[in-house]
Structure formats: structure tokens, C-alpha cells
């Protein structure tokens, strides 16, 4: 029940990136997709009123100040003493002095506008008639009577004030030029006495007024209106314009035209008034392109979504395909070595941590075969030195007994020498017979050892001589037994044996930064020149074979971890040198 339980409890490794696929690609675009659908309209809302406001109040300020301005220039024309003077005359000959100053004087102030504005100047009886352009017929004041045009200004405003200046919208007409007038200026002239002489009309063209309003055409629509008159003119066409019948939008508007901004259905309303006048302005903005534009987004936002999730699934497919490839191809390896196949070896993978797998798991395979050859060698070598010992075995007690006789012989007769030998002799053999324990402290070795050099110093007197050292710590350390007493055997035999003259021999066994460091060193005639092999697995086939078997043993015993060197220079002597980490036991175990 629980491998059931485990079994369905796991997840696949494309399942596990396709989920972290769509949870880094597809729900950050859900939730903006949400976030937009929730608040995408009201902040859409709030942002079309600000914009609307924002270019109404700007436009407003700017009609305003060119307004104000030609309402200046307005006074200066009304209120100048030649122009009262020659309208209270009521007669102006063309030709005249004062008829040019009074040019003069219209183009020196409306200088820079004649583009832009148009002044008309007209006497009550209609006989002086000056004008910056062309003098329009609908101000011509002899003409008064029935079909007098009810759209100009003079009729609209008869009793207008002695000192205002008015200002109305209500005159458009397309001038004998063809321009369109979008607003009128209108000031009575009069003299000194207070009475009224005229009328000067200072005629607003749509250019002066439209240049600049709405300049980053955020507004489908500008109406210029006449709070007073209910009158209204569009800034944005200029052929649009009347009652508030012609533009049934302001209706949402009620009357008010305060600064304020409405909402009726899709269209936002910003109103607000121009300053020093009566008018105000209204602009609008129509919502549907910004709706459509935001359901725009938000299909292309679900688009998003499906590509990211058609992408996440085959991300993950890819990914999960160049993973698990290399994964079970290693697995497959692995299921063969536990079988007992151990000739396989894995392909390695293209990425660089599979492939890292893959280096691991050969070279595990072929450490196993290694040791599995070392352990097989060492059977072999076990069982061959047993055949050899149990053919070769003597009665140790036949041998021992035959040493005493002759120990005791040589005491009795005072042969020192004889009684020396005998007894370091039996020592010799006893370690030696001994096939209880395979090996031995390092205390014994060296005990060995000089067993045996007070053998070879009775035998060659005074010539050899023979430096040991012992370091305290390392007397306990066990090693396979007879591997310091063959390489100083082969010392004498091979190295100083040959050599004229005095001998020297040091055998040396120190501890240094956890390692047991063994040195066996002699001043013989060393190895001639081109004899000492590279590899020492070549000393199995010459004269050193004694070398070689102490060589094997510990490659058995430490492995790789134990270091064993041989450096010769002929006729001046060999070192030999052996070290491997303290306390390292393999077989058997240490007693350190």
C-alpha cells in the first residue's frame, strides 16, 4: 500500500515544467489580463476626463488672451481722437489727408493680423465706412430696414454699452475673402459730449482662434458657446455652427457650464469658461476607440496566453525529453552492473552535468573491476603461498631444538659468534615460520631488522655500518609483515656487496602530517644506468623479485594511497622510499 501510495504520489518531470512554465510565463499575463479587464475601464474613464479637462482649460485660457487682446486693440481704434473726429464729421473723402492717416492708424494696431482679424468702422448715418479689408454690406447702416441681416452684431447689439466692449459669436459669416469669422468685437464710438457717433466691428477669423486648441487632437469635438445667447460654433469645423438645436450633445449639460466634466453613454464632456468673457468652451472625447482599443489588448493579451501555453508544453516536452534521456540511459547502465555486467560503460551525455554522471559512473565501474582484479590477485597469491609453505614445511620443532643444541654447544665452548647468530638465527626463522598472523607491528620489523644486520655484521665485521631509527609514535602501527627486513637484504646483496671499502646502511621509520614515512638508504653501487624500470611492476622479472613482492603487498594493502620510490645513482647508492597514511587498514583493521 505505501509503493502504491509513493507511486501515485509522484509527479512526472514534464509535468512538474509545465507547471513552473505556466506559472512563470501564463499567469503573470492572467493576472494583467484580469487587472486590466476589472480596472481597465474606469482608469480608462478617469484618464479620458483628465485629458478632456486638462485641454479644455488650456484652450480656454489661450481663447482668453486672444480675445483680450483684440478687445485692446478694439478700445484703442474706438477711443482715438481721430477717429472720433472724423466720425462726428460724418464725411470722409478717399483722398484725403485724414482718410490716410485714419488707414494708417487701422493697419499701425492691427498690424500682424490682417490674416488673422478684419476692424470695420461705420458712422451712424452709414456715410463713413472704413474697414482694414473690404467693407461687409451686412454693417452697412443705410441699408437699415427689413432685410437688414438679424445676424450682425450692430442689430444684435444696438443698445450695447457706452464703455464695453461685446463680444459675440452669434456673426459668423464667410467674409468677401473667404474666411470664415468665428467671433465678432463691438464698440460704439463715441465723442466727447457722450454721444454716439458709430460702430467699430473687429471680425475674429477661425484661424486666429482655432491655431493651437486641441493641438495633440485629443478631442473629437470644440464648441466655442455663448452662455447668454445659447449659441454655439465649433472650433473644430468651422462650418458647424447655431443654436443649441444644431448640437443636441450639450443637452447633458443642462444649462450649466461650469468647469465640470459629464459623462452621456460613450462621449465624456469638459466644460469651463473663457476668462473676461461670456462664453465658454466644451470639448469632447469619444470613448469607443479607446474601448476598442483596450478589448485589442485584451485579445491580444488571451493570444499571449494560448502561444505561452502552447510554448510552456513544448518547452517542457523538450526539456523534459533532453533530461530524462541521458537519465534513463544511466539507469539502464546501472541495471546491467547490478545483473553483473561490469564490461558496460556509459555513453556520455551532451550536457555538461549528465556528462559528469556518466565520467562518475565509468570510473566507478572500472574501480570495481580494479579491485575486484586486486582481490582476485591477492586469492591467488594467498593460495600459492600456502601450497608452497605446506610443501616446503619442516618440523619447526626439530629445527628449533637442532638451533639450541647448537647454541649451547658454542656457549659452552665460548664461541660468542656462533652463540650470536644462533640465537638471532631462531629469531629469523621464528618470524618467519610464524603463518598465524600476516602482519606485524613496526616495533617487530625493526627488531627483524636487527636480527638480521647482527648477522650480516658478524659476517662482514667492521666494513658495515648500519643507522636505525624508530620514531615512538609509529611502533604500534601494523603493516604486512617482512616489507623493511627484504629491502635491506637487497641493500647488502645487491648494492653494497659489489662495492670496495666501507658500507652504510640507514633505515629510517618517522610519522609527518599523518603519513608513516619508511626509508631504507644505502651508499652501494647502485642501479647501472638504464636498468631501473618506469614502472616497478617490471621488477617481477628480474633479480629484484624481493623489491617486487614487498611492492605488491602494500599495493594490495593501501592502494592507491601508498607511494613507493625507488631513486639510484650509479656507484653512488639507492634510496628506496615508502609512505602511506597512518591508521589507513583495508583488510583487517589497525590497532592505531
Known amino acids: 500500500m505505501k509503493d502504491k501510495a509513493w507511486k501515485f504520489g509522484r509527479r512526472t518531470l514534464f509535468g512538474r515544467l509545465l ?3 505556466i506559472i512563470v510565463l501564463v499567469v503573470p499575463l492572467g493576472l494583467f489580463s484580469s487587472y486590466y479587464t476589472l480596472t481597465g475601464e474606469g482608469n480608462q474613464t478617469r484618464y479620458l476626463q483628465k485629458q478632456a479637462m486638462d485641454t479644455v482649460t488650456l484652450d480656454a485660457k489661450r481663447l482668453g488672451t486672444v480675445l483680450d487682446d483684440y478687445r485692446h486693440k478694439a478700445y484703442r481704434i474706438s477711443t482715438d481722437p481721430l477717429v472720433v473726429s472724423i466720425l462726428k464729421e460724418d464725411v470722409l473723402d478717399a483722398n484725403s489727408r485724414a482718410s490716410r492717416e485714419l488707414y494708417q492708424l487701422l493697419f499701425g494696431i492691427m498690424r500682424g493680423d490682417t490674416y488673422l482679424a478684419s476692424a470695420h468702422l461705420v458712422s451712424n448715418s452709414g456715410r463713413v465706412r472704413i474697414s482694414t479689408h473690404e467693407f461687409p454690406e451686412v454693417f452697412d447702416l443705410r441699408y437699415q430696414g427689413n432685410n437688414w441681416d438679424m445676424n450682425n452684431i450692430i442689430s444684435q447689439n444696438a443698445n450695447v454699452s457706452q464703455t464695453a466692449s461685446l463680444i459675440s459669436i452669434r456673426g459668423h459669416r464667410t467674409t468677401e475673402i473667404g474666411r470664415q469669422v468665428l467671433a465678432s468685437i463691438l464698440r460704439r464710438v463715441y465723442d466727447t459730449d457722450g454721444v ?4 467699430l466691428v473687429v471680425e475674429i477669423y477661425a484661424e486666429a482662434l482655432t491655431n493651437g486648441t486641441n493641438a495633440e487632437k485629443v478631442l473629437g469635438e470644440e464648441l466655442l458657446i455663448d452662455t447668454v445667447d445659447f449659441y454655439a460654433s465649433s472650433l473644430t469645423h468651422s462650418d458647424k455652427y447655431g443654436t443649441f438645436t444644431l448640437f443636441p450633445e450639450l443637452a ?5 457650464f461650469t468647469n465640470k466634466v459629464v459623462q452621456e453613454g460613450t462621449t465624456i464632456f469638459a466644460t469651463t469658461a473663457i476668462p473676461g468673457t461670456t462664453l465658454s468652451l466644451a470639448g469632447s472625447i469619444s470613448s469607443v476607440p479607446f474601448q476598442e482599443n483596450l478589448n485589442q489588448w485584451l485579445w491580444a493579451f488571451s493570444i499571449m496566453m494560448a502561444i505561452g501555453t502552447v510554448l510552456a508544453i513544448a518547452i517542457s516536452l523538450i526539456f523534459s525529453r533532453s533530461i530524462t534521456k541521458p537519465i534513463r ?16 560503460k556509459n555513453e556520455y551525455a551532451k550536457i555538461v552535468e549528465f556528462a559528469q554522471l556518466d565520467h562518475s559512473f565509468n570510473v566507478m565501474v572500472e574501480q570495481i573491476v580494479s579491485l575486484l582484479r586486486l582481490t582476485r ?3 591467488e597469491k594467498v593460495a600459492e603461498a600456502e601450497r608452497k609453505a605446506l610443501e616446503s614445511q619442516m618440523n619447526p620443532h626439530f629445527l628449533f631444538n637442532t638451533l639450541n643444541t647448537i647454541k649451547a ?6 664461541e660468542e659468534e656462533i652463540h650470536t647468530i644462533t640465537l638471532k638465527l631462531g629469531k629469523l626463522l621464528r618470524s618467519t615460520i610464524d603463518n598465524h598472523e600476516s602482519e606485524c607491528t613496526l616495533k617487530e620489523s625493526m627488531e627483524l631488522i636487527d636480527s638480521y644486520l647482527t648477522i650480516q655484521r658478524i659476517r662482514f665485521g667492521e666494513k658495515l655500518h648500519v643507522t636505525t631509527e624508530l620514531d615512538p609514535v609509529c611502533e604500534l602501527v601494523k603493516t604486512p609483515k617482512l616489507i623493511i627486513q627484504p629491502l635491506v637484504e637487497n641493500s647488502i646483496i645487491h648494492g653494497l656487496e659489489p662495492k670496495a671499502g666501507d658500507w652504510n646502511i640507514t633505515v629510517l621509520v618517522t610519522e609527518r602530517n599523518g603519513w608513516i614515512h619508511i626509508t631504507v638508504e644505502d651508499d652501494g653501487i647502485g642501479f647501472p644506468q638504464g636498468t631501473l624500470p618506469d614502472d616497478l611492476d617490471e621488477l617481477a622479472n628480474s633479480t629484484h623479485v624481493g623489491v617486487y613482492n614487498v611492492y605488491r603487498r602494500l599495493v594490495l594493502r593501501y592502494g592507491k594511497e601508498m607511494n613507493f620510490s625507488i631513486k639510484s645513482e650509479w656507484q653512488k647508492g639507492t634510496v628506496v622510499s615508502i609512505s602511506f597514511p597512518k591508521g589507513k587498514d583495508e583488510k583487517k583493521g589497525s590497532t592505531v
Open 196 to 199: 454716439n457717433l458709430g460702430y
Open 409 to 414: 654447544l658454542a656457549k659452552m665452548h665460548g
Open 252 to 256: 447633458g449639460l443642462k444649462g450649466d
Open 19 to 21: 507547471l513552473y512554465f
Open 329 to 344: 540511459s544511466l539507469a539502464s547502465s546501472m541495471g546491467e552492473v547490478e545483473k553483473g555486467n561490469l564490461h558496460v
Open 377 to 379: 590477485e591477492e586469492q
